[in-house]
């Protein structure tokens, strides 16, 4: 019996455990039980496969550094690897989109936010309208941070770094401007 399979036939749990210590069967077994759905998950959040390789082999990294810290009580393995992979996949997407970086254009993007081009429904066009107005409503800086979050579809972290701010910053400006539109339709409707 080789030692590979002695890890193959291993637990979830041991396989962590060996690669925490630098075992090379259990690194190659841990590979070979979860690889499928590590890939199937990074190529149905990237949606493409050689993103989705580069992804779960960064996954697979990450869990051998990572693999001391792994607690058995939290959830399974193949939950835990699959979080770590959800994760970097999220990641890799985010940063391939494209985003206004240009503030010209940006600003352009709350003057403009939400207005519609020519629509058939009276409703959509006068909620779209009332929605562009209470944003332009709003300081600067609050209407850019919900134009960046809402708009353009950023985290909150894309939009402080976008901003040059702290990310509770950006939290703050992003909910304060969305609590301030809601605010502002309630006060309308009632």
């Known amino acids: 019996m080789t030692l590979f399979s002695l890890a193959d036939r291993a637990s979830d749990a041991a396989l962590v455990a060996g690669l925490a210590v630098d075992d090379d069967a259990a690194a190659v077994a841990f590979v070979r039980r979860f690889e499928r759905q590590v890939f199937g998950l990074a190529v ?6 050689a993103l989705a390789e580069d992804v779960s082999q960064e996954a697979f990294l990450r869990a051998w550094r990572a693999a001391a810290t792994y607690d058995l009580r939290r959830g399974s393995v193949l939950t835990w690897l699959l979080t770590i992979t959800r994760n970097l996949a999220i990641d890799v997407v985010r940063a391939r989109r494209t985003t206004p970086t240009d503030s010209a254009l940006l600003d352009q993007l709350v003057a403009t936010a939400l207005t519609p081009e020519q629509r058939d429904e009276v409703g959509a066009l ?3 309208a009332d929605a562009a ?5 709003l300081p600067t800086e609050q209407a850019r941070a919900v134009v960046l979050a809402v708009v353009a579809g950023n ?4 939009v ?11 939290k703050t400006r992003i909910r304060t401007g969305l609590r301030r ?3 502002s339709m309630e006060v309308e409707h009632d």
């Open 155 to 158: 985290s909150a972290q894309e």
């Open 44 to 49: 149905s959040i990237t949606r493409d496969r």
């Open 181 to 183: 539109m809601r605010r």
């Open 160 to 170: 402080a770094d976008h901003e040059g701010i702290p990310l509770g910053t950006a």
């Open 133 to 137: 107005r209470r944003l332009r409503d």
């Open 126 to 128: 006068a909620e779209a």
